[in-house]
């Protein structure tokens, strides 16, 4: 049984920054690509960044380009997003998930998420 944990959100100022963390599990991890997604009240989940197996090649919303980065310890089994100039309009919870495809930006090239964890972002 895979399990994607995420932690890491919570309140913080516009301009702020966040760091989340999503461990998983079994080892098989290194295997995958991992990918972030958010999801706001009464919108459907969108693709935020994700990264290959390796970490050696990314690709960004262009909404968060720039200002977020994805990184992956394959020894700990943790991808992490660094979210950094926070907005107002990136509140949403977010969800880590794994993938079988390269550097895959659809919801339907997932196939384990995890239970998501709450960014709030105030002006």
């Known amino acids: 049984q895979v399990q994607l944990v995420e932690s890491g959100g919570g309140l913080v100022q516009a301009g702020g920054s966040l760091r989340l963390s999503c461990a998983a599990s079994?080892?098989?991890?290194?295997?995958?690509?991992m990918g972030w997604f958010r999801q706001a009240p009464g919108k459907e989940r969108e693709f935020v960044a994700a990264?290959?197996?390796?970490?050696?090649?990314?690709r960004y919303a262009d909404s968060v380009k720039g200002r977020f980065t994805i990184s992956r310890d394959n020894l700990k089994n943790t991808v992490y997003l660094q979210m950094n100039s926070l907005k107002p309009e990136d509140t949403a919870v977010y969800y880590c998930?794994?993938?079988?495809?390269?550097?895959?930006?659809?919801?339907?090239?997932?196939?384990?998420w995890g239970q998501g964890t709450q960014v709030t972002v105030s002006s």
């Open positions: 998930a794994r993938s079988p495809y390269l550097l895959p930006v659809l919801t339907t090239q997932y196939d384990y």
């Open positions: 079994p080892s098989i991890f290194s295997s995958y690509a």
């Open positions: 990264i290959n197996r390796s970490g050696g090649s990314t």
